[in-house]
């Protein structure tokens, strides 16, 4: 069974730095698109950032884009996301999840909240940025 576990999340000022990790276990991982996305309180859940497992292939949302840098470690089978520069409207629970099929990200996108075609999640961490 495929388990997604996020940590790292905390209080931080606006301007600082968290990096969050997702460890992955159940299965193996390889070419797996992966992603963290993020849901604000009173807000839809959205797309943060993604990845194929292993890969330099990334995609970002607008709004972080140049702040935030997604990466995997194969051999910790644990995704991160680096996150810099932080802003108050960053404050939200940060989910990662995961998926076997192959779609690019746009389709994923495209599908929108809840779960954006993403089949495996993780419960989420707390990042909040007090400005």
């Known amino acids: 069974q495929v388990q997604l576990v996020e940590s790292g999340g905390g209080l931080v000022q606006a301007g600082g730095s968290l990096r969050l990790s997702c460890t992955a276990s159940?299965?193996?991982?390889?070419?797996?698109?992966m992603g963290w996305f993020r849901q604000a309180p009173g807000k839809e859940r959205e797309f943060v950032a993604g990845?194929?497992?292993?890969?330099?292939?990334?995609v970002y949302a607008d709004s972080v884009k140049g702040r935030f840098t997604i990466s995997t470690d194969n051999i910790k089978t644990t995704m991160y996301i680096q996150m810099n520069s932080l802003k108050p409207e960053d404050t939200a629970v940060y989910y990662c999840?995961?998926?076997?099929?192959?779609?690019?990200?746009?389709?994923?996108?495209?599908?929108?909240?809840?779960?954006?075609?993403?089949?495996?999640w993780g419960k989420g961490t707390l990042v909040t940025v007090s400005s």
């Open positions: 990845i194929r497992w292993s890969t330099t292939n990334t």
């Open positions: 159940g299965r193996a991982f390889s070419g797996y698109p």
């Open positions: 999840a995961a998926d076997p099929v192959a779609r690019p990200w746009g389709e994923r996108i495209a599908r929108g909240p809840p779960n954006y075609g993403m089949n495996y």
